[in-house]
């Protein structure tokens, strides 16, 4: 706001300040008046009788002030709150429940059924799906956890997982086991000049048990380590597309035979964001996870880094051994903290080393989608490296709504040799955000890329 308008709004604020203030005193004074008049006729000689040809009492400034203040105390007696309709009990609905909000999951806290420890979410997995998330009360404290989770979608997708985990002042540690059902899985070959008509769906089951520990540097660095085996089952998919082994031939790494990890990793966190609010226990960084849909929470201003490196072993054959660094760094820049106006930034890369070249193609990194590439379809682009950079300008149109405009640039590619810089997948936009208490309920991006003009629907905010 320039000084001219600011200087402008100062005095329109005096002047109503001081029309204000002549007003108060012109109505002491009449009352101070009135009184008097009164007062001067009940001390003199006797009234005679009133005069019924004259005006009524209520034309006098004294009588019509007494008639509006009875019609007011009238109105006031008569008056009933109106009936709450459909959209007024939703928001009292609303206003009363609380959550925690995390990439693609929103967990409800609703007093009548968190007393039992049961918190209904919502999720997105292939679709739109919800589930339960149980924390039994006697178990949870404000340095332990223990939660059960079961979730599902329309799409008949369906995960499940167990948390145990313990927190002190510097460590941090828990055991997990999770599993999930994934029956349509798309897959476009390797590459970046992958084809669209090639799409191709795939079955995968996959289950990660493990355990976590790390120790905490002050508030905002974390460092530690993690070990855990993950099992595979390969399989078709669902529906009339042609299969990943009919598509792609059988030579195609992960189709043969399932494949079984034993992850060994390390991992560093350091969080200087200005984050609103504090993150639940448990939801800390996860190397578990796909780092592309891990803890993001909503900030205006600070730093983000996140680097990892897990060593990858076939346990059967030694066949498809590798090893991955991944690094994840985020920027918030404010423009107008009072406008919460600002540009958001992230830089995201993934390589892996494996002896021979060879490892599922499943778990190939993959970007594209709803918290990736917007613009292109979920896990559009798949290989061995990735690099990917989002960049959103954010602005506040409503207390319950932000806009952002974006662009996405992302690449994949089989070796270090191959990169390319000049010839990036891009795809750029505009989002709404709605937004309760600081947080990111939900968000819908309009993008378009070279392949066309994409909506996605997302729980979180994208990081």
């Not at 109505?27 to 005069?51: F, I, K, M, W, Y």
């Not at 190939?364 to 590439?373: E, F, P």
């Given at each position: ?256 035979r399932n494949v079984n990890y034993l992850l060994l990793g390390s991992f560093f966190e350091l969080d200087l964001r200005d984050t609103p609010y504090q993150r639940e226990f448990g939801h800390r960084f996860a190397p578990t996870e796909e780092r592309l849909r891990s803890v993001s929470l909503e900030a205006t201003r600070g730093l983000y880094l996140a680097a990892e490196v897990t060593h990858n072993v076939d346990i059967r054959h030694h066949d498809f051994d590798f090893t991955r660094f991944t690094v994840d760094m985020r920027e918030f820049l404010p423009i107008d903290e009072e406008l919460l106006h600002g540009f958001a930034f992230r830089q995201f890369a993934s390589v892996t080393r494996s002896a ?108």
């Amino acid at each position: 706001m320039g000084p001219k308008l600011c200087t402008f709004g100062r005095h329109a604020v005096c002047l109503v300040a001081v029309v204000a203030g002549l007003v108060g005193l012109s109505t002491v004074a009449t009352d101070l008046c009135a009184r008097a008049q009164s007062a001067s006729t009940s001390e003199g000689p006797p009234a005679s009788l009133p005069d019924t040809t004259a005006r009524p009492a209520e034309d006098s400034t004294l009588g019509r002030a007494a008639l509006w203040r009875q019609k007011r105390r009238a109105k006031r007696r008569r008056m009933t709150p109106p009936e709450t309709g459909v959209f007024g009990q939703i928001e009292r609905f609303v206003s009363r429940v609380g959550g925690t909000v995390l990439p693609r999951r929103l967990i409800l806290t609703i007093p009548q059924l968190s007393v039992a420890g049961l918190h209904p979410l919502v999720e997105e997995l292939d679709g739109l799906g919800g589930g339960v998330l149980y924390e039994p009360p006697d178990l949870n404290a404000s340095d332990q956890l223990v939660s059960l989770e079961v979730t599902g979608s329309l799409d008949r997708e369906y995960a499940a997982e167990m948390l145990l985990g313990v927190e002190s002042h510097r460590y941090v540690g828990y055991a997990y086991g999770r599993f999930r059902h994934r029956p349509d899985e798309d897959f476009y070959g390797l590459g970046a000049d992958s084809r669209e008509a090639d799409r191709a769906v795939y079955r995968l089951n996959q289950g990660t048990f493990g355990g976590l520990l790390g120790r905490s540097f002050g508030e905002n660095a974390l460092l530690g380590g993690h070990a855990s085996v993950q099992l595979n089952r390969f399989g078709p998919g669902r529906g009339d597309r042609p299969g990943v082994r009919e598509r792609f031939g059988a030579s195609m790494p992960g189709v043969r035979r399932n494949v079984n990890y034993l992850l060994l990793g390390s991992f560093f966190e350091l969080d200087l964001r200005d984050t609103p609010y504090q993150r639940e226990f448990g939801h800390r960084f996860a190397p578990t996870e796909e780092r592309l849909r891990s803890v993001s929470l909503e900030a205006t201003r600070g730093l983000y880094l996140a680097a990892e490196v897990t060593h990858n072993v076939d346990i059967r054959h030694h066949d498809f051994d590798f090893t991955r660094f991944t690094v994840d760094m985020r920027e918030f820049l404010p423009i107008d903290e009072e406008l919460l106006h600002g540009f958001a930034f992230r830089q995201f890369a993934s390589v892996t080393r494996s002896a021979d070249g060879q490892m599922p193609f499943y778990r190939l990194q993959s970007i594209g989608g709803a918290r990736s590439l917007r613009g292109y379809r979920p896990d559009r682009f798949r290989d061995r490296n990735v690099l990917l950079v989002n960049a959103e300008v954010r602005c506040q149109i409503w207390h319950r709504l932000d806009m952002a405009v974006f662009t996405d640039a992302g690449h994949v590619f089989r070796d270090l040799d191959a990169l390319q810089f000049a010839d990036p997948r891009v795809g750029y936009g505009v989002g709404f955000r709605v937004k309760k208490d600081g947080q990111t309920l939900g968000r819908i991006d309009f993008a378009r890329s070279v392949e066309g003009f994409r909506t996605t629907v997302d729980l979180g905010s994208l990081f």
